[in-house]
């Protein structure tokens, strides 16, 4: 069998081809790093603020924002209840033996806290509605551009 044997010409366009390949899917593992570093936590009130502010016209936004900012202590006390009830969720799931009245029950905790959660943010709403504009209201609960 004989050898095979590429000209350099050859040789150097496939060498070419792999550098830019790797060099783009470097690329693209960096920016999606980045990407994901950078993108806060749904459960936040800074990942609630960013996704019904950036919807708003500027002036309705700084207004949803000072409404925001006077709940923020509700807001976090609620964000640490679902955080530990969806903890205890998965520590329950995860124990042996496996206790299904104390699932029942973390999941039913679970649920209040979420619900208690989304009566804060429903006071915001509520609280925000009236000072905003009618393109704000109009805007306030459209569906956020990704």
Do not use: C
């Not at 950078?38 to 459960?43: A, E, F, G």
């Not at 640490?80 to 039913?108: G, M, Q, W, Y």
């Amino acid at each position: 069998m004989k050898p095979l044997s590429l000209s350099l010409r050859t040789t150097s366009l496939i060498l070419l081809g792999s550098l830019l390949v790797n060099v783009f899917l470097l690329a693209w593992l960096g920016v999606g790093t980045y990407k994901h570093a950078q993108r806060r936590p749904w459960l936040s009130v800074e990942s609630f603020e960013e996704r019904f502010a950036s919807r708003l016209p500027k002036d309705d936004a700084s207004t949803f924002r000072k409404v925001l900012d006077a709940q923020r202590s509700r807001l976090v006390a609620r964000i640490d209840a679902v955080r530990a009830a969806r903890d205890e969720v998965r520590t329950t799931l995860r124990a042996e033996p496996f206790d299904r009245e104390r699932l029942e029950a973390a999941l039913e905790q679970s649920d209040r806290a979420m619900i208690a959660l989304q009566a804060v943010l429903r006071a915001v709403i509520l609280t925000t509605a009236p000072e905003l504009s009618s393109e704000g209201r109009r805007r306030l609960l459209e569906k956020p551009e990704r």
